[in-house]
């Protein structure tokens, strides 16, 4: 499958950015699939910072209560809403679909906060 993330910029610290998702030619139909947002920040491994499935969300600590992972499955969509941005949050944002062995990456989308 395919995946095309978007919504990436540049943001000050204390604002919103809301990144999207969009799915397409998977093997199984999306609402199968558990999607993850990850990030990796200059010098530094990738980390998950959230993750969906139709029985609820996950979030990384210093993510939860500003970020919202959800989903539309009509549109094969997922997005990542994040909020209070703070500089520590500047980093490249990847989109990851799993569902048995089939695990697609997306090209990435930056996110940069700064003043």
């Known amino acids: 499958g395919q995946l095309v993330e978007s919504g990436g910029g540049l943001v000050q610290p204390g604002g919103s950015l809301r990144l999207s998702c969009a799915a397409s030619g998977f093997t199984f139909s999306f609402s199968n699939y558990v999607m993850r947002w990850y990030r990796q920040a200059p010098g530094k491994e990738r980390e998950l910072v959230a993750s969906i499935t139709n029985g609820g969300t996950n979030y990384a600590d210093d993510v939860k209560g500003r970020f919202t992972i959800s989903r539309d499955n009509a549109k094969n969509t997922v997005y990542l809403q994040m909020n209070s941005l703070k500089p520590e949050d500047t980093a490249v944002y990847y989109c990851?679909?799993?569902?048995?062995?089939?695990?697609?990456w997306g090209q990435g989308t930056q996110v940069t906060v700064s003043s």
């Open positions: 990851n679909a799993v569902l048995f062995r089939e695990s697609s």
